[in-house]
């Protein structure tokens, strides 16, 4: 529900590729000039898509209910190589691909993550372990093998298929992590897979079609994007 007069809400962005979640809470209170700004559920830097922020002291604490809500993801996979952060962004290893998987092959394997699943976060991540930032370990140098986590994928199709390109979409349980999703499908079809384009469609029932985008966001017209829920 949107309300007029308003100085603090929730605000939906269509956040861009090529920033971090922190930089899009950077430049609102740039935009805003209020300093109390979060988000619920970072992005990487090379994702695009639905972010939710909380600008004001009330909003900021809220953001939790947006957290634990099922997310929805459009993910192109680059077939035949592999990357040590799990996407493009990553040491790339080519790898040898005897067979090019046929699309038939790549529905059977997708059908082996629906329901409950474990998986391993990226090396590269902002899981944490023993409060240290899992990137911040790995950037240094420093090996940590994290725990298997419990997640949920509640649907996960082929959009489209042309390789080395597969694009599919996701819906999942909050905490799931769609570079760990794609790595394993690529060790399931025996090639090898990376994200190449990542997009979050949805936070639960908000979607990224009713968001502004970062660049048309103004001093004089954000407060008419506030909502409250």
């Not at 209910?65 to 799990?86: C, M, N, P, V, W």
């Not at 040491?91 to 059977?108: A, H, L, Q, S």
């Not at 909050?174 to 384009?197: M, P, Q």
Request: net charge positive; aromatic share 8%; with cysteine.
């Amino acid at each position: 529900m949107r309300f007029e007069n308003a100085q603090e809400g929730f605000i939906l962005i269509n956040k861009p590729a090529g920033i971090t979640s922190h930089d899009v809470v950077d430049k609102l209170r740039e935009i805003t000039r209020i300093k109390k700004i979060g988000h619920a559920g970072t992005l990487d830097p090379f994702a695009t898509g639905l972010l939710i922020l909380g600008i004001g002291r009330e909003f900021t604490k809220k953001l939790s209910i947006f957290q634990k809500k099922d997310k929805e993801y459009i993910a192109t996979l680059r077939l035949g190589a592999e990357s040590d952060t799990f996407d493009k962004e990553g040491k790339i290893v080519e790898k040898k691909v005897k067979k090019i998987p046929e699309r038939k092959e790549i529905e059977e394997v997708l059908k082996n993550f629906l329901g409950e699943i474990e998986q391993i976060p990226p090396a590269f991540s902002a899981k944490k372990i023993k409060g240290k930032k899992l990137y911040e370990l790995a950037r240094r140098g420093i090996k940590v093998k994290p725990k298997p986590q419990k997640v949920k994928i509640y649907e996960i199709s082929i959009l489209e298929y042309e390789f080395p390109y597969l694009k599919i979409k996701v819906k999942c349980s909050s905490g799931t992590y769609i570079r760990s999703l794609a790595n394993d499908i690529g060790k399931k079809l025996g090639c090898g897979a990376y994200i190449e384009e990542l997009i979050r469609t949805k936070i639960g029932e908000f979607s990224v079609e009713k968001a502004i985008e970062l660049s048309k966001l103004t001093p004089q017209n954000w407060k008419s994007f506030l909502f409250k829920v």
